[in-house]
């Protein structure tokens, strides 16, 4: 059995709610939060980048970033590891869960073979 390797999660500045900041805390993930490295106001070009040079695994609900062409460019530039919500209408505790399940399964998918 593999051991699963250390992953830092990087919730997008749209996704700055306490409960999924506290709830992925609890579950005791390795997070980076969008304002403790960048400005709230900074383009989305800019800090996908370096979240791609830290190997971080970005957590958004924020659709430009599949939807517009360079920050596409970006995220495939950098290998970025993404996960976003294709709803919108999702309450912070609704996101929180679906983020600890898919993690849980890809934890245990990752610790077999």
Do not use: Y
């Not at 749209?14 to 709230?40: M, P, Y």
């Not at 898919?102 to 934890?107: G, H, V």
């Amino acid at each position: 059995m593999r051991q699963p390797q250390s992953i830092t999660f990087f919730i997008d500045r749209c996704l700055c709610s306490r409960v999924i900041i506290s709830t992925l805390k609890g579950a005791e993930l390795t997070i980076e939060v969008h304002h403790d490295h960048f400005d709230d106001n900074a383009q989305d070009v800019a800090w996908l980048p370096e979240v791609g040079k830290r190997d971080w695994v970005v957590l958004t609900k924020d659709s430009a970033i599949i939807n517009n062409c360079l920050e596409r460019i970006a995220v495939a530039s950098a290998q970025i590891k993404l996960f976003t919500f294709a709803s919108q209408n999702l309450t912070g505790e609704e996101m929180a869960e679906i983020f600890l399940k898919a993690i849980r399964f890809c934890q245990k998918e990752l610790t077999v073979g």
